[in-house]
């Protein structure tokens, strides 16, 4: 089976997969990867650039891109409305 790597960037952060894992659809586990990622990193984010380069030991053969803007940062309290008392 075939090995690729996976290397994620996040804004400006690059990580470089020097492990890589044995797939047999390489387009199937970066769109699972990237659902995993975009999970663990939006909320509480103004603004994420994503992305994961998928590549063999001969080069890239994938890219998938994510981004998010959001005009309010996001916070746990979104949706609550106050209530006023009655007195």
Known sequence: MPR???DTSDN???VFDDVGVEIASFEREAS???ADFA????LGSEVR???????????????VVF???SSTPLC?????RAIPLAG
């Open 67 to 69: 981004a998010s803007r």
């Open 12 to 14: 400006e952060n690059f």
């Open 76 to 80: 746990a309290d979104a949706g609550r």
């Open 32 to 34: 699972r990867a990237m």
């Open 49 to 63: 650039n994503l992305a994961i380069e998928v590549r063999d030991d001969a080069g890239p053969v994938l890219r």
């Open 4 to 6: 690729y790597y996976l």
């Open 39 to 42: 999970k663990d990193v939006l």
